[in-house]
């Protein structure tokens, strides 16, 4: 009854008129979408889309503790044995979507920094055992939406947060919480906190300094430590191990290297490549830890930087994490809610089943697939849905990755997969990879088109980097064109294709946190003579464009937040503007992919600034048809489909 009140309360509808590796199919559902009504809205239901996203664990003693991301919320905190896997118990984080920070003190209570929530803040939690009961401790910093790491001393629990990079402390005895400030001014996020045994702070930041700032314990920066790498990115991991720190960046060109950095000598030691679990230190034993690299198990001598290759491979999905130690055993978990062990005495590791409460996983993409169903992809875990219009039959697939755009080609469904700008080819039964972008550092393939013989795509780059791509790809030879740069600085948000051009909307915003440009473009591109034919700015002062769309008299248009748009494609020339609501751009950090437009039936159907509008083209008048929706798209059954969170709509096109 809750959900089904908040879809209601929600939604406001206007009057007057969403290698090659196994995704085994679901098609169970308790409660399958219903079936579209004769005409106008409908609400559908919810996808089966579901998963356990568990970015942040801990384990403490023979317990694992991790925080299940919902798209609604709350989040749930889940309690298992560490020892065979087993569910406890699980208890909701009010207010909470997910959480990358989860920490236990030494007296065995949990703490939790959480993301998200009805009010977009970043909240505090603790667990305590002996009660079983969890309380919220408050927003700690009120600019903050995302608490992105903790860690507690006997004192004090310290946090780490974005989007402006700030630490803060929680007193432990009084409840009272402080704001430090930002370590270093600049850098957006506190990506992850290590406390040495003497209450040092150490905190990992970003997006691109790759520095660690040295902290007392009342916050005061008495350091910074550069990075012994020439890169930009993120202090990712960091951790204390004796006399040891412990540093894994993420760099801007998707390498993953750690170094070890004497604190009493004030040096860095070694760097070892390619490390992949998201913890450094929580499998540290004597003067050795164990991480992953290249998708297997070794250990690493502090001392010497030199490693050891062990036979474990098998971790599960998602992003890798080493806990801890029961005995001889290393214990671990896996992003999608996947608990691992390796018993260092036999040298045999396992997966244990997962025993986690799936949760709704909010529709990330939406596109008309090649088959007569409409697909959606999940954000996060990831997960693929057919939807069959009329009958409202569903099939669900899990193991696909998280899908930010997708278009139909020659009879197959093409998914632009976060992250590493990767493209999937998929025919029903699992996807096949035909680009990844990872070493043109790339992540982010927004939008799709189907462009004569190749699929033709836009990205966004790293977290760190400038300048996204126009990339195209031929999936039956193989031959790829990625044109970086294509306009200098933008990333490519939309892109749509006629008569052999293709034609790309641009983002001034790339991985940095910062425009790069004044105004973002338009461009047309012969593939045949692989030219730039024209590029043009047909919006004044718009940082970020968005899906672009042809109409039935052969125009271009497009729709930004706060404009709507029409072109010449021969000139690039701008024939008409309208502004339909106003924008901040000025205080804007980051705008990607915000808008949907597509031209059926007469009319351009759209969404920005999640709401969903009818438009005439002939008077470039919007009618709000939804709100608050999160994706627009045309279903093979000729009507629009839409998205919120979890939550799955339709308007029949009367």
């Known amino acids: 009854m809750r959900r089904a009140l908040t879809a209601a309360c929600l939604l406001v509808i206007a009057l007057a008129v969403p290698a090659r590796a196994e995704a085994v199919p679901d098609t169970s559902t308790s409660a399958p979408p219903r079936a579209p009504a004769p005409c106008g809205f409908a609400d559908l239901g919810r996808l089966p889309l579901t998963g356990a996203t568990t970015a942040g664990t801990a384990l403490d003693r023979d317990r694992v503790y ?17 020892d065979d896997g087993r569910l406890i118990a699980e208890h909701p984080l009010p207010r909470a979507l997910g959480s990358w920070a989860v920490t236990v003190a030494a007296d065995h209570t949990v703490y939790v920094g959480s993301y998200g929530g009805t009010e977009h803040k970043g909240r505090l939690f603790r667990y305590e055992p002996k009660t079983a009961k969890v309380t919220e401790l408050g927003v700690p910093v009120e600019s903050e939406t995302f608490v992105w790491t903790v860690a507690a001393t006997e004192d004090y629990v310290y946090g780490g947060t974005s989007n402006n990079g700030r630490l803060f402390r929680h ?26 045994g003497d209450g040092t702070v150490y905190a990992g930041m970003g997006p691109s300094s790759m520095q660690v700032a040295v902290l007392s314990p009342d916050g005061t920066v008495r350091r910074v430590i550069d990075a012994p790498i020439g890169a930009t990115g993120w202090a990712y991991d960091v951790d204390v191990v004796g006399r040891y720190l412990l540093v894994r960046y993420e760099t801007s060109a998707a390498k993953k290297p750690l170094a070890v950095y004497d604190l009493k000598r004030g040096t860095w030691l070694h760097v070892t490549q390619d490390v992949d679990s998201l913890t450094v230190g929580g499998s540290a034993r004597a003067q050795s830890v164990h991480l992953v690299q290249k998708g297997g198990l070794i250990r690493l001598d502090l001392r010497t930087g030199r490693t050891t290759k062990l036979a474990m491979t098998e971790f599960g999905e998602g992003g890798i994490r080493t806990l801890g130690w029961r ?7 896996s992003s999608t809610g996947g608990i691992w062990h390796y018993d260092t005495k036999t040298g045999v590791g396992r997966l244990l089943d997962h025993t986690l409460t799936g949760q709704p996983v909010t529709i990330r993409s939406m596109a008309e697939g090649p088959d007569g169903r409409l697909y959606a992809g999940g954000f996060l875990t990831g997960g693929l849905v057919a939807y069959q219009p009329g009958t409202g039959a569903t099939q669900f697939w899990p193991n696909v990755g998280q899908s930010e755009g997708m278009a139909s080609h020659q009879g197959k469904l093409y998914l632009g997969v976060y992250p590493g700008g990767r493209v999937y080819e998929f025919d029903g039964i699992a996807p096949r990879r035909v680009v990844n972008l990872t070493e043109q550092e790339q992540d982010r393939p927004f939008s799709l088109v189907s462009a004569g013989n190749r699929v033709a795509f836009g990205t966004v780059p790293k977290s760190g980097t400038e300048g996204g791509a126009l990339g195209l790809v031929n999936p039956v030879t193989g031959e790829t064109r990625i044109k970086r740069n294509i306009v200098p600085g933008h990333s490519v948000v939309g892109v749509t294709h006629r008569d052999g051009i293709v034609y790309g909307a641009t983002s001034v915003f790339g991985g940095t946190g910062k425009p790069l440009d004044t105004v973002a473009k338009v461009f047309a591109y012969d593939v045949a003579a692989d030219r730039l034919l024209w590029q043009s700015a047909p919006v004044a002062g718009d940082l970020a464009l968005g899906e672009l769309s042809f109409d039935g008299n052969g125009k271009l ?17 701008t024939l008409r503007t309208v502004k339909h609501q106003t924008y901040p751009w000025a205080t804007q950090t980051q705008v990607w992919h915000d808008t949907n437009l597509v031209f059926h039936a007469g009319y351009l159907w759209g969404k920005t600034q999640s709401k969903a509008y009818r438009i005439d083209p002939a008077t470039m008048q919007l009618t709000l048809i939804a709100r608050p929706v999160s994706n627009l798209t045309k279903g093979p059954d000729g009507n629009m489909y839409m998205s919120r969170n979890e939550s799955f709509y339709t308007y029949r096109v009367c």
């Open 66 to 82: 991790a925080v299940t991301s919902s798209a609604s919320g709350p989040a749930v905190l889940g309690i298992r044995d560490a």
């Open 171 to 196: 007193n432990r005895s009084t409840g009272e919480t402080k704001d430090l400030g930002q370590p270093v001014p600049g850098q957006g996020f506190v990506r992850d906190l290590a406390v040495g």
């Open 327 to 333: 005995g001889t055993t290393l214990v671990g978990t």
């Open 557 to 573: 248009w497009g729709l930004t937040p706060d404009a709507l748009f029409e072109m010449d494609p021969a000139t690039g020339e």
